[in-house]
Nanobody, 131 residues
Framework: EVQLQASGGGSVQAGGSLRLSCVTS????????IAWYRQAPGKEREGVSS??????????RYAASVQGRFTISSDNAKKTVYLQMNNLKPEDTAVYYC??????????????????????WGQGTQVTVSS
């Protein structure tokens, strides 16, 4: 059974940092697409960052709004994907979700909203950034 558990959220002041974790199980951690999406109150779910593994060869992608501030990474031994968030801004406030797509579709990797329906989703973790 595919499972994902997001954690690491919290409350920080603008300019602060958080590291989110997505612990996974139920699939082989060498061929996947895992993405972080976020949803703020009154807004649609938005792709933030993604990482894909092709037999251990990694590719990453970032939304323009977080480029240069966020870094996605993975730890094969722990079967975990991380999102390091630096220089946080109030507009980063949202519930952050991790998702995995094992179908070979490109939608999730490109952070398109069409990737949402074909993915497995974990529980969200709240990130609150105050000014």
């Amino acid at each position: 059974e595919v499972q994902l558990q997001a954690s690491g959220g919290g409350s920080v002041q603008a300019g602060g940092s958080l590291r989110l974790s997505c612990v996974t199980s139920g699939f082989t951690f060498d061929n996947y697409v895992i993405a972080w999406y976020r949803q703020a109150p009154g807004k649609e779910r938005e792709g933030v960052s993604s990482i894909s593994s092709d037999d251990g060869i990694l590719s990453t992608r970032y939304a323009a709004s977080v480029q240069g501030r966020f870094t996605i990474s993975s730890d094969n031994a722990k079967k975990t994907v991380y999102l390091q968030m630096n220089n946080l801004k109030p507009e980063d406030t949202a519930v952050y979700y991790c998702a995995v797509d094992l179908t070979g579709s490109s939608w999730l990797f490109t952070l398109n909203s069409r990737g949402i329906s074909s993915a497995y989703w974990g529980q969200g973790t709240q990130v609150t950034v105050s000014s």
